[in-house]
């Protein structure tokens, strides 16, 4: 069974692949049993079909978002972690990380690591 999107405390059909809704402060939690001293992680995955991570592809993300107060659709951004591809070159694969915020309502970068 292939399912194309799924909501969880939905009243609709979500707009994107994944739409959880809950009055929780904790909507989402991962949590590890692994009897290791490892902990829970979390995989954003990159998939081209049948091509290579390409260098300037963003490779994953979190985007933290909230209601701006004046209509129910628009969402500001207020700051965000993103990944990217810098050199997909195999066995030397370079890459940044960039922790963004939000000033005067455009995109800051505040630190690349």
Not at 41 to 70: A, E, P, Y
Not at 81 to 96: F, L
């Given at each position: 069974m292939v399912v194309d999107s799924l909501g969880i405390g939905t009243a609709t059909a979500p707009g994107s692949g994944a739409d959880i809704r809950s009055g929780s402060t904790v909507p989402l939690q991962v949590i590890t049993t692994s009897g290791s001293g490892n902990g829970?992680?979390?995989?954003?995955?990159?998939?081209?079909?049948?091509?290579?991570?390409?260098?300037?592809?963003?490779?994953?993300?979190?985007?933290?978002?909230?209601?701006?107060?004046?209509?129910?659709?628009?969402l500001a951004t207020y700051g965000g972690?993103?990944?990217?591809?810098?050199?997909?070159?195999?066995?030397?694969?370079?890459?940044?990380v960039e922790l963004t915020t939000i000033g005067s309502g455009s995109e800051v970068i505040g630190a690349t690591l």
């Open positions: 829970a992680n979390l995989r954003l995955r990159k998939h081209r079909s049948g091509l290579r991570t390409q260098n300037g592809d963003t490779v994953g993300g979190v985007i933290m978002q909230g209601d701006d107060g004046t209509e129910s659709t628009y972690i993103r990944a990217e591809c810098v050199t997909n070159t195999q066995g030397s694969e370079d890459g940044k």
